[in-house]
């Protein structure tokens, strides 16, 4: 009987600990102690690593001195991005799953330390320093936890075989010997062959580890299927229509394309160019390795299914949210449909479909824009160029008219506002939906269909004389029009005529808010959430000098990871590591000086500078750069909404201030000119979306510190005095 309470309660404890993705989704976050690569001097690690080097006797230890310095840094830069997640549900899976792989050899498992990353990106990799990263991209895509088994034993064998520094070495080797004056066709052909030879001995070497454990073997080939269609979403479901249709809306089959297009096959693809084998070589090599194995009563599963499937469906809801990040509304709105048929009652999910409409109709009105520097470039790409059943989707967007989109859209949202009246998001965008059909200059008068009465040979009774009624009375007696003629046969076959019909009539919230005909609202007048676009952008005058531009008076800021860069061209490693993480940690003690000295409240906020203690930090930082992201995705004054967090709000009042600096400096030299020496500082309303303070300035010379101080002081003074 003890047995059987102490196992109910274990039981009861770990369901307690997981999401219940049946009704909402929290993104996913780092928890605990921060291990020692978050919080460690990486100066002080490099140094301890090429004094062991020197112990050693090796004719390749100047290359591999700066492989140290290089890959340490680099592996600090990811860590310490925000996008790492440590100790959180699906890192923690992931290890259990390397404790099956490595149960054998516990020397080599103590060596490794596996993440998580925050990237939609279908990949996986790992350093010689025994860094193995799984993106969540990858692990959303993957269709069983064998699959996955087999993926994290290709990456340990890439450590194990030491593939990492002896790549970087060879390729070193080889760029000083000026590839013996061979083209750059042939120099590139040259290292795709070398990495292919690398990757074609970790399938290997890998498999080799895979088959000591239990696991399926043939998953080991299908795995990569999953490699070879992770261009397609995780799981290709047809995208229908009545997703979005209602009693009274009925979308035209016009928009959609009676056939989609079939998968190509690209997997015999030419791989000259390529770091990796074609996925047609990679399953040939691991079938041969399988047909002379016993299979027999070996599983897809030793951990979990159960957990394995809970995790995949983690990795699948924030997905959802990178691609938010990304600003690729349509992937967003594609993955967040195919899991709101396994959770139709999640909230999360009717949020992300949401935003995803309202950013695709303030795409297509030309509010949203993409540049050569953004993700998606051009902007959505043609349905003609998509694949399978999420070309349905891409053609409903190119082919409905921009003011039906936003019509689909707003009874979208606004019938999720009335699904979850508490959550704030959905209410403002709903609103903004209400601004741009403003913007359209339509009213309800454009939702009521001319009717006539049964048995009459007229077509219609007019309704002019509703049209003529001054709007604040056309509202209401429209409204008890649509009441009194519910029998009325209907003439008019415009198909979104009656797709408020049931709002109009039963919500006083709708009815109020639609705009009246004639309405000259504009979305600029908006004071909804902070995350909802204004859509006019502040004039600029020639007369401004827009390097030293403040708008309003600043007090305080959170201060987010000042940068200090030294690059030369003219010399072979390019950066300058070490002498940068120097500048920078004297920087950052010069601008919280001058901040002190103007009594200028500054909290900064910087992954480099936390205690192990401090995941928190670490938390609100990524939630901050995040925001970053999807921010500097798009042109500088675009006010595009940031539609990837919601946690903006907590931020503002755990810190006191909606106002965050980003501070650096960049001293360059070039290969051929004079030493330039770049300064930035920027602050940003996070509340408002806006920037309130600018100040480039480009100085011809050295970085020096009073040159630097100079600028701090004058970034700051500024703030405290605004023009």
Same mark, same amino acid.
């Given at each position: ?189 040259? @290292? ?137 509304? %349509? ?51 043609? #349905?003609?160029?998509?694949?399978? #059943? ?21 009874? #979208? ?11 704030? @998001? ?18 309800? %008068? ?25 709007d604040e009375k056309s509202k209401t007696d429209l409204i008890a029009n649509l009441q009194q003629e519910n029998n009325f046969k209907l003439t008019d076959t415009v198909y979104y005529k009656e797709i408020y019909t049931d709002l109009f009539i039963n919500d006083p ?46 007090? @305080?800021?959170?201060?987010?990871? %000042? ?77 595009? %909404? ?11 009042? @755990? ?69």
């Open positions: 009987m003890i047995k059987y309470f102490l196992l109910i309660v274990l039981f009861s404890g770990t369901s307690f600990a997981q999401q219940n993705l049946k009704e909402n989704f929290e993104p996913l976050k780092s928890s605990g102690t921060l291990s020692d690569i978050f919080t460690q001097n990486i100066r002080n690690v490099i140094k301890d690593e090429i004094a062991e080097l020197d112990k050693q006797e090796d004719k390749d230890k100047l290359i591999k001195k700066t492989y140290l310095t290089e890959t340490n840094y680099e592996i600090e830069k990811i860590v310490k991005s925000g996008n790492t997640l440590i100790n959180d549900e699906i890192t923690n899976y992931l290890n259990k799953v390397v404790d099956v792989v490595l149960k054998n050899n516990q020397t080599l498992r103590n060596e490794l330390h596996v993440y998580t990353l925050k990237s939609p990106v279908v990949n996986a990799y790992s350093y010689d320093k025994g860094y193995v990263f799984i993106n969540i991209g990858l692990i959303a895509q993957a269709e069983t936890e064998a699959q996955l088994a087999y993926i994290l034993s290709h990456e340990i064998s890439h450590y194990i075989k030491k593939h990492h520094i002896n790549g970087y070495v060879d390729t070193k080797k080889k760029e000083r010997n000026g590839y013996d004056r061979k083209s750059k066709t042939d120099i590139l052909i040259e @290292k795709c062959q070398y990495s292919k030879e690398k990757e074609s001995e970790a399938d290997v070497e890998g498999f080799k580890l895979f088959e000591q454990t239990n696991y399926n073997l043939k998953q080991a080939e299908k795995s990569f299927d999953v490699l070879q269609y992770a261009h397609l979403p995780f799981e290709l479901v047809e995208f229908k229509k009545s997703f979005f249709e209602t009693e009274n809306y009925i979308i035209p089959n016009r928009y959609f394309l009676k056939e989609v297009s079939s998968i190509r096959n690209n997997s015999n693809e030419d791989d000259t160019k390529h770091t990796h084998p074609n996925t047609a070589k990679r399953k040939v090599s691991i079938a041969e390795l399988i047909r002379n194995r016993d299979n027999s009563k070996r599983v897809n599963y030793i951990v979990s299914k159960e957990e394995f499937e809970y995790i995949r469906d983690l990795a699948r809801m924030e997905l959802c949210r990178l691609y938010l990040k990304r600003r690729d509304y %349509p992937n967003a709105l594609y993955a967040a449909y195919i899991l709101s048929h396994k959770y139709p009652q999640n909230q999360y999910l009717t949020e992300v479909i949401s935003k995803s409409l309202y950013a695709i109709t303030l795409y297509q009105k030309g509010i949203i824009q993409y540049n050569s520097d953004s993700y998606l470039e051009g902007g959505f790409p043609s #349905y003609s160029d998509i694949e399978s #059943y999420p070309q349905q989707l891409y053609c409903l967007i190119n082919r409905m008219p921009k003011n039906e989109w936003a019509i689909m859209s707003l009874n #979208y949202v606004f019938r999720a506002h009335q699904k979850y009246p508490a959550n704030k @998001k959905l209410g403002a965008y709903s609103d903004s939906l209400f601004k741009l059909m403003g913007q359209t200059n339509w009213g309800i %008068p454009d939702f009521v269909r001319v009717k006539k009465k049964p048995g009459t040979e007229k077509d219609s009774v007019a309704i002019d004389s509703l049209k003529s009624i001054d919230e709708f009815a109020s808010k639609f705009p009246a005909p004639n309405s000259t609202t504009s979305a600029s007048n908006t004071d909804f959430s902070n995350y909802i676009l204004k859509s006019h952008r502040d004039s600029d005058d020639s007369e401004i000098d827009e390097s030293k531009k403040t708008k309003v008076k600043v007090d @305080k800021v959170l201060l987010l990871e %000042p940068l200090y860069l030294k690059v030369d061209d003219k010399h072979h490693e390019g950066y300058k590591y070490t002498e940068s993480d120097e500048k920078q940690e004297e920087f950052i003690v010069t601008v919280n000086e001058y901040a002190k000295r103007f009594k200028f409240a500054m909290v900064t906020l910087d992954p480099g500078l936390l205690t192990s203690a401090e995941v928190d930090k670490m938390n609100d930082y990524s939630v901050i750069n995040d925001w970053f992201v999807e921010k500097l995705d798009a042109d500088e004054e675009d006010k595009s %909404p940031i539609l990837n967090t919601d946690e903006i709000d907590e931020i503002i009042e @755990k810190y006191g201030t909606q106002y965050v600096m980003r501070i650096g400096v960049v001293n360059y030299i070039p290969e051929n000119g004079s030493r330039m020496t770049y300064y930035y500082s920027y602050v940003y309303d996070i509340k408002n979306n806006d920037i309130v303070h600018k100040r480039n300035v480009t100085y011809k010379g050295k970085d020096n510190a009073n040159y630097v101080s100079t600028k701090v002081y004058e970034t700051l003074y500024e703030l405290k005095h605004p023009k």
